[in-house]
């Protein structure tokens, strides 16, 4: 793990602060430096844990896949690949690996997740959660100071 | 100017590469176990969203009480709801406690008396009906929307309870994962009618 470079807009922010910041720029500074950060963690400890689950115990999950029958081996084999990648996502994410790039597929992975959960039970609170976390998602594929990466 | 990117170097693809080898062992483990949790029967083989299809409705399982209806519900833990096979007569035997069982604690008892809030919350996305016949009671499970099995009937004295492991599954009035789902039903001593 290494720490990552500062954010050149972050640098510039930093140069054109007076020098006597107040304690509410200083915490602007720190969640700007750690909050990117925090939230890729965050979302790659929420994959690892769906991704896990549906790995061990993919009965369980069965009945979300759309238009197939939840006790097809079919509808296994969808959770157990979207379990799968789940996993691969959320350690990339977690451990700062090509964080955009697994950034924008977990986005496109949550994006499909809303629009069968749509698709299968309209709109409820369990669909409007994943459109929060699927928001994060977006957030990391834009361009931020990133911290605890692995670059090696 | 040029986007900052986080490259991944060698170390980095062989974790990734390490993740992908665990998950297809994971995938393994959880194809052979597939069917774990879905005991013939029970709620979880009807196809879901609970609320958006149509069709035959499975036979509940049933299970009892070890005394009194359980209140609290621990989270995350859905691979414990595996309820024992369907009682489906007085006449049948007797099996275990269901206070024994590792459901226990996410059994809700729905009959007799007035089903509690965390029962009804469990009944999410399910139909279950218990009405006094003759000397018993019987009692109708399905999923809801579906065409309800059945009744099955028992002796005076039995309680039904709803089984449910995880409530995260359930919006609105639809489970959209009956796999942590059953019925239990149990004798006057809390012991699971087979």
Redesign the interface.
């Known amino acids: 793990m290494s720490i ?1 470079r500062k ?2 807009q972050a640098r510039r922010a930093a140069a054109a602060a007076p020098a006597a910041a107040t304690p509410a720029s200083r915490a602007g500074e720190l969640a700007a430096a750690w909050a990117p950060t925090a939230g890729r963690v965050l979302l790659g400890l929420v994959l690892a844990w769906f ?14 896949v759309p238009l197939v ?3 097809s081996a079919l509808a ?1 084999v969808a959770v ?2 979207h ?2 990648l789940l ?2 996502l959320a ?2 994410l977690i ?7 697994a950034a924008a597929a977990a986005a496109v992975l949550l994006a499909e997740i809303v629009i069968s959960l749509i698709a ?2 309209g709109l ?4 409007m959660r994943d459109v929060g976390v699927f928001g994060l998602a977006v957030c990391l594929t834009g ?1 931020h100071p ?1 911290r605890l ?4 | ?1 040029r ?11 062989t ?2 590469a390490a ?2 080898v ?3 062992i ?2 393994v ?3 052979s ?6 005991a013939p029967g029970a709620l ?6 609970a ?2 299809t149509a069709g035959p409705a499975s036979p509940a399982r049933t299970a009892a009480p070890p005394g009194s209806g359980r209140a609290s519900r621990r989270a995350g833990s ?2 414990a709801a595996s309820p024992a096979p369907a009682g489906s007569s007085p006449a049948a035997g007797h099996g275990p406690l269901l206070s024994a069982q590792p459901y226990a604690s996410y059994s809700f008892r729905v009959w007799p008396g007035t089903p509690s809030a965390a029962a009804r919350a469990a009944l999410t996305g399910l139909s279950v009906k218990v009405r006094r016949q003759g000397s018993g009671i019987a009692v109708t499970a399905s999923v809801a929307g579906q065409r309800a099995a059945a009744p099955r009937f028992y002796a005076h004295g039995a309680d039904v309870y709803i089984v449910e492991a995880s409530l995260g ?1 359930d ?2 009035n ?7 789902d059953g019925l239990v039903v149990t004798d006057a001593q809390g012991r699971i009618l087979r």
């Not at chain 1, 990466?149 to 090696?152: C, E, P, S």
């Not at chain 2, 986007?3 to 693809?13: H, V």
């Not at chain 2, 979880?44 to 969203?49: D, M, Q």
Request: proline fraction near 6%.
């Open positions: 990552g954010h050149p991704g896990y689950h549906e790995l061990v115990q993919p009965g369980l999950w069965t009945g979300y029958a939840s006790s296994a157990l690949a379990g799968w996993l691969v350690v990339a451990f700062g690996i090509a964080t955009r790039v299968v039970g409820s609170d369990l669909t361009q990133q990466v692995l670059r090696r | 100017m986007p900052s990117t986080t490259p991944a170097g060698p170390a980095g693809l974790l990734l993740t992908a665990a998950g297809i994971l995938a483990h959880g194809w176990g597939r069917h774990s949790g879905l979880g083989t009807t196809t879901s969203p609320s958006a859905r691979s599954d919006s609105g639809s489970d959209y994962s009956l796999g942590d």
